[in-house]
């Protein structure tokens, strides 16, 4: 099974600000990796798939990069309602897994 | 509109059996991969178990393999989990997801349906 590991676990940032949220491999995963976002009470959101592709009407402050085992979600300006967790998802191989996830929290 | 309404969650005793349904909506059901992803209280997701679009390719977490088994009709635009043997690690809510993109990525999530498993 492929480990994701997210960091750090948890960012504290003011809005306008820049976020950069990590995730880390067990082994390569070669670009299939996705980033979703989560709010309190809600499902999870589509960012990103396939390591930088925006999912459709996802804003373009946020953005994907990496490649292998280390991957980055950025979101370039923080705007309130991005205050959430975000997790990585992995499709290389079965089990898809889930990175434990990041908590961005308000500063 | 893509709709997942989820329904069938509820409260059963370790051993028990469940089955919940996923009604879909707003999208050409029959050419997507559907799957069921769970989240147990205050935790992160885990993957249960997707199911391709005819049905030909599923596959199981081995946390669930040989208890749960998850199955589509196409014709009702609808996805299902029966859950046997529940175990109280089993407690979660189960969001029932789309496909997109590609086989692996979710692109449409339920609201989910709260499994509750306790004696």
Known sequence: ?107 | EVQLLESGGGLVQPGGSLRLSCAASGFTFSTYAMSWVRQAPGKGLEWVSPISSSGGLIYYADSVKGRFTISRDNSKNMVYLQMSSLRAEDTALYYCAKGGYSYGVIDHWGQGTLVTVSS
């Open chain 1, 1 to 107: 099974e492929i480990v994701l590991t997210q960091s750090p676990v948890t960012l504290s940032l003011s809005p306008g600000e820049r976020a950069t949220l990590s995730c880390r491999a067990s082994q390569s995963v070669s670009s299939f990796l996705a980033w979703y976002q989560q709010k309190p009470g809600q499902a999870p959101r589509l960012l990103i798939y396939d390591a930088s592709n925006r999912a459709t009407g996802i804003a373009a402050r946020f953005s994907g990069s990496g490649s292998g085992t280390d991957f980055t979600l950025t979101i370039s300006s923080l705007e309130p309602e991005d205050f959430a967790v975000y997790y990585c998802q992995q499709r290389s191989s079965w089990p898809w897994t889930f990175g434990q996830g990041t908590k961005v929290e308000t500063k």
